[in-house]
């Protein structure tokens, strides 16, 4: 039980609400939706399995487990490449995941001190691009959700987190289908059912279909190792793909009622969808500051998704806090501040983006542009694509047969969707996006 409430913990982020909602509105809407699930589904499903198996095989960290099963199976070392890249993703996201977690509790503040109160659309936009505008402000959020990270992972204190998802995760659910009730008696619910669910398949790029992918990894934290360095922590009689299923089913209600929240917020005040990183913080507002007991529910809102952030962003400081530590003369708790201190000074970078460096510095992306980019449709694919096809291609049968304790069937299936559906699923995408 705890287990399934550290993954969720970690899937569960701003991935779902802020990340989807504004990669939707960006994507043109439903076909992105529909090739994100596809992808949750054909992709992220097996490599997930693919990362616990080989976790609970190797009874390790990313790295030392790749190794030990490497040597084990007489393969090539370099496959603690899958462990090293897993740990460079997990520090570049965390530096622009915290910039976010940090707006999110800057809108605990403004939520509770009545800013958005009977206020219109223009007004919720006018406070959210002032926040964006002031570096200095921004700073100091990024700084504050950083240090609320580091004392949690420094202290190791994360057990009694794990309580906590088992309560604030539900409670962000019903929360949000408030929310999705609230836009089908207010907003204009059909559009946004149609926008989210109706595609339109010739509007669709490599791009798109690129980012649905990376989606799918980022939301379910995969392609980091960090799923497999919880499979070392998995008993022996937790039930393999049923965990799966629930942690994927999970993440991806929370996603979808997001979006079943958000757009027909957007399309009653005649916003845009691809309004960006914004998406959430000038459309959720607006609900809060015009309905009754607006101020509470908002307060509870923000309080929810900057929990369920943080849960995410321990998960993500956790290996590369371990990679330093075993590496390094350095306690935990200084490990922890080194470590920190690095991502923190890279997150002064990607906040810039919105504000004094808002100009292209590579490939015609910003520092926060790029950052995501790189990690959520390279990175993460990449080294997802290396754990699956590891535990499909070169575990060994017995292994992995007991690992899912299935039946014929079952074991069959996976050996079609592990070694050819996923694999050549990604490498599909990856050449779409260059067609
Ligand atoms: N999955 C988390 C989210 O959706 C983000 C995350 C990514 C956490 C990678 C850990 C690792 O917000």
Known sequence: MVFILAATGS???????????????????????????????????????????????????????????????GRTQAWILIGLSGIL???????????????????????????????????VGEHFNSLLGSPGVLLLWHTAFMVLVVGIVARGVTKGLEAAVRTLMPALVILLALLVVYG?????????????????????????VIAAMGQAFFTLSLGMGIMMAYGSYLGR??????????VIVLDTVVALLAGMAIFPIVFLHGLSPGEGPGLIFVTLPIAFGNITGGVILGLIFFLLLTFAALTSAISLLEPVVEFVQERSPFSRVWSTVAAAICIWALGIAALMSFNVWDFPILFGLNVF?????????????????????????????????????????????????ARFVAPIGVVIVFVSAFL
Request: charged content about 15%.
């Open 11 to 73: 899937a569960v982020g701003l991935g779902n609400i802020w990340r989807f909602s504004y990669m939707v509105g960006e994507s043109g809407g439903a076909a992105f939706v529909l090739l994100y699930l596809g992808c949750v589904l054909l992709i992220g499903m097996p490599v997930l399995l693919a990362e616990w198996i080989l976790g609970r095989r190797g009874q390790s960290n990313p790295i030392n487990t790749m190794a030990k099963l490497a040597r084990e199976g």
């Open 369 to 417: 542009d790029l950052l995501d980019t790189f990690t959520s449709r390279f990175l993460l694919p990449l080294t997802g694509l290396g754990a699956v096809v590891f535990a499909a291609w070169f575990l060994d049968r017995e292994s992995v047969r007991q690992e899912l304790a299935m039946g014929t069937t079952g074991t069959m299936l996976w050996n079609v969707v």
């Open 184 to 208: 089908m008696t207010t907003g204009h619910f059909g559009e946004a059912l149609r926008f989210m669910f109706s595609p339109d398949w010739g509007a669709v790029t490599g791009e798109v």
């Open 89 to 123: 993703a997990a520090f570049l996201i965390l530096s622009f995941y915290s910039v976010i977690g940090g707006w999110s509790l800057a809108y605990i503040l403004s939520t509770v001190t009545g800013t958005f109160t009977d206020q219109d659309a223009e007004a």
């Open 237 to 246: 009689d937790v039930k393999l793909v049923s965990t799966a299923g629930t």
